[in-house]
């Protein structure tokens, strides 16, 4: 099976820091990978050089076979809207629009009517456990409950991959393992690829392989303890 993404040989420099100093990783589809580190490591720049929002000094970025390091702005935006999705550690949505609205948002950002789009946001609410909450505002949903719906924000326009930081970072520990195995599975069943920095062990094992990066450099790669086996026999 081939990549849906990845890089060879990221290096990117902040003045004389350097934020990654080689950096060869890759995800296929339907798996997932957690990136792991010390503060500082150059987890966040990595995830940000993968997904086309920082681009690198040196090295390449492959979404499957097309070099997308290089691509100009507008591609770029083009392509980050249509074929990824974005979850970040506190969801972000919009607290004066209804979840299904906040969900329903990239659509409408690429070009999908309001109605349209409101009716495709609204599939994704029974699968990640949001049935009935369609017209809550953010700040009327729990914590896990605002991550889901940030996670069907990510999922709606079906991206090839989804990057994800600190996505349980504001959640407690129980709260945050069921998010990620929303997350995990739900990315899987789409098809999608999960690329996911964590500091959480217990996080990261819900992931199919781990790194483990250490002053911008892969320092150790493993399959998870406890892999989940979406890509193998039903669990
Ligand atoms: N925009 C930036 N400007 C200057 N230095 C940065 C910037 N972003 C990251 N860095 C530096 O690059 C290194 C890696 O940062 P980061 O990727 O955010 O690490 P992590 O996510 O693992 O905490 C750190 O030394 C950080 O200070
Ligand atoms: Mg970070």
Redesign the pocket.
Known sequence: MSEALAGYGLVKK??S?T?LAGVDVAVRARESLAIM?P????????LHVLAGVIRPDEGRVMLGEERIDRLGENRLSALRRDRFGFVFQSGQLLPELPAEENVALPLMLSGSRRREAVIRARRWFGPLGLDGLERRRPGQLSGGQAQRVAIARALVVEPDVVFADEPTGALDQATGEEVIRLLTTVTGSLGAALVM?THDAGVAAHCDRIVQ?RDGLIAGRRQSAVAPTRNGAAS
């Open positions: 902040y003045g820091a934020a580190g503060s500082g490591s150059g987890k966040s720049t990595l920095v990066v």
